[in-house]
């Protein structure tokens, strides 16, 4: 069973609970009365946003409902959001969002020269041993 006192999860601590508060001001909803929309208690639902308590998948989905969104951006945010929680080099986060803006020949290209690149390091590294 999952535990939100426990480190290393695949949800982000706080990444959750956060994006319910967004999305609950941009939809003009307090905590009660998103509590009362998915069925839930009040208490549960602060336990969401401020404790790191994971919601249960029929929660999740009627959260996800309720805003209008995915349950992966729930639970794992938008791809700025997890680039930013798995990359911690902030010069190789702006290359790959430049990479991003590129149209998909010149993406196909930068990704052919990373695992270029990667097999060659790897092919060294194998050898050296």
Not at 39 to 55: A, L, M, T
Not at 122 to 128: G, I
């Amino acid at each position: 069973m999952f535990r939100s006192h426990q480190k290393g999860f695949w949800w982000q601590r706080g990444g959750l609970g956060k994006r319910i508060q967004k999305l609950s001001k941009e939809n003009g909803l307090t905590q009660q009365e998103l509590a009362r929309r998915i069925n839930i208690s009040h208490p549960q639902i602060v336990r969401y946003e401020n404790k790191g308590v994971q919601p249960p998948a029929d929660v999740l989905s009627r959260l996800a409902d309720v805003f209008g969104v995915s349950i992966d951006y729930l639970v794992n945010g938008d791809t700025q959001e997890k680039a930013r929680a798995n990359l911690k080099d902030p010069r190789l986060l702006s290359l790959f969002k430049a990479v991003e803006n590129m149209d998909d020949k010149d993406k196909g290209i930068v990704s052919e020269l990373i695992n270029a690149f990667i097999f060659q390091r790897e092919t060294q590294q194998r050898l050296a041993h």
